[in-house]
């Protein structure tokens, strides 16, 4: 084998995958047509759940100072994400090209093979493993691996030359973006629902490039083999706003379509899905990338568990169990979003409701968690703990006389429980995971009475960062749980 896996593509998702892969050892090659990074940016920023993701590894200090905020919408209607239980705010300005330099410098760091220009040109599952053709700068040539992952986009080769059924509604518009400099414009940066379709206007950061979305209704998606002229954007931004930015200069200029699938399995024997090969849709809360980046955090650490060996190929199943469900909610909300933010008058009543209902601090809470990844409740067992199958909230810990967090202990990519009341026979019976699973004695600091760990003896973090296991609470005991999600102990009996 050429490498246990291959990741096709060197976007955001590839490279997070690439990056979880290497912090459990496992050899990756990754394969991107394109010679070198296009420098475009089509995601902007990262939710609440993808800061805590990154913060999670370690790699928030490498972006250094992040416009953040609060402010948020559904549908272009304001809502104040402050109701969010979290530490992180969502980054507003990070442009994807930025996201990719740094996700690219920490897979390279960890010893991943990334070989650009080479085109992904056919696939073939051989039952024990998986060929894939290439056509590289020295011609083509056959790689082989345990298993391939896709993360080659919308447009997924990996996707149709494997068969994935991809069912959707295809785009009934077309809407322009363009980066551009040399014009000073009202920030919209929610978006603006004006007559005749929907703008939107925000700076990226201190270059002066402002970032405009012009969404005219009415009009039809086009066959296009090159991005639409600026000319194009500029008149149809004077036609919604009465504004003329034919002056201004053009950095990037794309078109894109609300069109919306979401394939039927992540996982066809050894070859799976992630990010945009698995699901597309209209980019309404900036949520493509993100969902991509959590697509890869939910993959990364089950797929090494199963090439090193350690848990039965079995888990992979549980990436589609989880995450399929994820895509669905997903096209439900950007559709619902789409309609509130893209339609005429017809759908105002139903925008003046919403409006009222948003004031209610129950709702504003349900929807922020929505957008922002942070409501993902995963099928991990019954029980009555409230975090069970949530992500882990960031808390505070002090043990062996240091301060120390929940979320510095999921820098290594592994497991983590747990012990908060320094229980000798918990730890016992969780040491023959000690390879996987990180066993850690601390006492929690500064929690509130109305935290949803408080009365907690222990928690069993999962390396994505979801709470597997809670004691009180959980109906299936911690040797059953750790043996679903790490493998069979490698100790004696406890």
Known sequence: MDASVIVAGAGPTGLTLAAELRLAGVDVIVVDRLAERTGESRG?????RTME?????????????MGTSNAGHFGGLPVDFAVLDSVHQAAKTV???TTETMLEGWAGELGTDIRRGHELLAVRDTTDGVEVDVRGPDGEQRLTAHYLVGCDGGRS???KAVGFDFPGTAATMEMYLADIKGVELEPRLIGETV?????????LGDGGITRIIVCERGTPPKRRTEPPSYEEVAAAWQRL????????EPVWVSAFGDATRLVTEYRRGRVLLAGDAAHIHLPAGGQGMNTGIQDAA????????????TAPEELLDTYHGERYPVGQRLMMNTKAQGLLFLSGDEVQPLRDVLRELIRYEEVSRHLAGMVSGLEIRYDVGGGRHPLLGLRMPHLELVGDRRKTSSTELLRAARGVLLDLEDNAVLRDRAS?????VDIVTAAPHGLSDDSPLAGTSAVLVRPDGHVAWAAPGSHHDLPMVLERWFGPSRGPKS
């Open 195 to 203: 007559d005749g379709g929907m703008v939107m206007v925000g700076p």
């Open 53 to 65: 993701v990154f913060d999670q590894r370690g790699l928030l200090p490498r972006f250094g100072d």
């Open 157 to 159: 080769t990996v996707r």
């Open 44 to 48: 902007l920023g990262f939710t609440t």
């Open 432 to 436: 023959g995971w000690s390879d996987r």
């Open 95 to 97: 442009p994807q090209s």
């Open 298 to 309: 939910n993959l990364g650490w089950k797929l090494a568990a199963v090439v090193r060996g």
């Open 241 to 248: 706003t009465g504004i003329d930015i034919s002056h201004a």
